[in-house]
């Protein structure tokens, strides 16, 4: 009887230690500001979410109340979720601060983050395509990157878990999970890729908090400004789905951010390529990848020609799992120059390549009899390497970007085979 107490004890302290999971932080757009998303798998009925957070752990003295979203999983049996979603507000650049979310019911571990302070050098890793698990090896790199605070934010462009919705979503829950050790330190952004399509985008527009567009704010298309740089994110799927309404909004939107952006550098990231080297003798030129570039007319608006009109400076984008620097591009055509590992006054953005993230180790739960999703890396001495192409890489890990100034930004290829990360690539680009 006494041992069957203690073990009833234990599960019962585990069920409650477990109702609020998934604490994960991203910019809403405003600079005094950071919002925490959590999750917990049963409702709240008549309780409201809070977020504690101050200047210490022993004082979280101030307090922002949550909302809550109820949505159902895609699966077969309809898997409720409640996702909670709060804003802390009136934060001092660079401050560290404590929080912990939850509600009366059940409370989260104390957490920490320092403020972004945006007049200090942007340093951000960039990718896509992260497996659960094919990817805990570079799960453990980011989160050892993290505890040696080597990031201000992280920028997931696209294919998420593998999927967030397999197995009625606990593939999901299993790797938000997996990455709260980075993601509740450190703003973690994202947005869709092919395999967030079901449904109607349902995880990602559920599971996540990212700024307002103005048009649908679901997270599947947004914009920031840090410090000397607009970060523009633009969903690649509506074009993939054929979409074409949402395109059109979507472009609509695109001309106006674009035209009232004022910052030095502007960033644009999307999930599927436009240039990259393949097997095949073009490169990169699927239909469901190009329409994005190219366009049909009166149908999808394509893209290339306005973010080249604006100068943007930098795309990036994954789909393929792979590393790969390109030259400035513009309408197939590379632009080089004597340096291609320092380039001034680019006369048109430079292109990279940023989907291999995923590991080598694959080591699927024991419940896992087939999982669908995985992927396979793509190595660089398989493919026809393109006239466009300065450096691909073989090897797993992501893109490491550091803005320094108004007049200079570096990007590295951070090799995740082991816990300090090796830079494989490193590339300056400066402008006047």
Excluded at 29 to 50: A, C, K, R, S
Excluded at 67 to 80: F, I, L, R, S, Y
Aim: net charge negative; charged share 20%.
């Amino acid at each position: 009887m006494i041992l069957r107490l203690f073990f009833s004890f234990l599960c019962l302290g585990a069920a409650s230690a477990k109702q609020v999971e998934q604490v994960h932080l991203s910019l809403s757009g405003n600079q005094d500001e950071m919002v925490v998303t959590w999750l917990t798998q049963d409702p709240l009925p008549n309780v409201i979410p809070f977020v504690s957070f101050g200047l210490t752990q022993n004082g979280l003295t101030f307090t922002a109340k949550g909302v809550t979203t109820g949505w159902a999983d895609q699966g077969k049996h309809g898997v409720m979720r409640y996702t909670h979603r709060a804003t802390m507000q009136k934060l001092t650049p660079g401050q560290v601060y404590y929080y912990q979310v939850g509600s009366s019911a059940a409370m989260s571990d104390i957490f920490h983050f320092r403020q972004p302070d945006q007049s200090q050098p942007l340093r951000a890793a960039i990718f896509g395509d992260l497996s659960i698990y094919k990817g805990q090896q570079s799960i453990d790199q980011l989160i050892a990157a993290r505890k040696e605070n080597q990031f201000d934010i992280i920028i997931h462009i696209g294919d998420l878990a593998y999927d967030l919705h397999d197995q009625s979503g606990s593939t999901g829950d299993d790797y938000m999970n997996a990455i709260e050790p980075f993601a509740a330190y450190v703003p973690y952004m994202v947005f869709a890729g092919n395999h967030e399509v079901d449904s109607k985008f349902n995880h990602i527009v559920n599971r996540f908090t990212m700024p307002k567009n103005g048009v649908y704010d679901n997270n599947l298309f947004w914009s920031f400004d840090y410090g000397f740089v607009h970060f523009i994110a633009l969903n690649s799927e509506y074009y993939a789905e054929e979409m074409s309404k949402e395109t059109k909004e979507q472009y609509n939107w695109l001309e106006q951010d674009l035209a009232q952006n004022s910052k030095k550098w502007t960033i644009v990231m999307f999930h599927r390529p436009w240039y990259c080297s393949s097997k095949k003798k073009k490169g990169c030129h699927d239909d469901q990848d190009v329409l994005s570039r190219e366009g049909v007319k009166n149908e999808f608006p394509g893209l290339e020609e306005l973010l080249n009109q604006h100068k943007v400076d930098l795309i990036l984008y994954g789909h393929k799992h792979t590393y790969e620097r390109m030259w400035p591009i513009f309408d197939t055509k590379a632009f080089k120059s004597a340096d291609p590992g320092y380039i001034k006054n680019a006369p048109a953005p430079v292109y990279i390549l940023t989907g291999g993230v995923v590991s080598k180790l694959f080591k699927p739960p024991i419940k896992m009899t087939f999982l669908q999703g995985c992927h396979s890396h793509e190595d660089p001495s398989d493919h026809i390497m393109q006239d466009f192409s300065v450096k691909a890489l073989g090897e797993y890990g992501y893109t490491f970007l550091t803005v320094y100034n108004s007049t200079h930004l570096t990007t590295d290829f951070v090799d995740t085979s082991d816990t300090n990360g090796k830079f494989l690539d490193p590339f300056v680009l400066e402008k006047d």
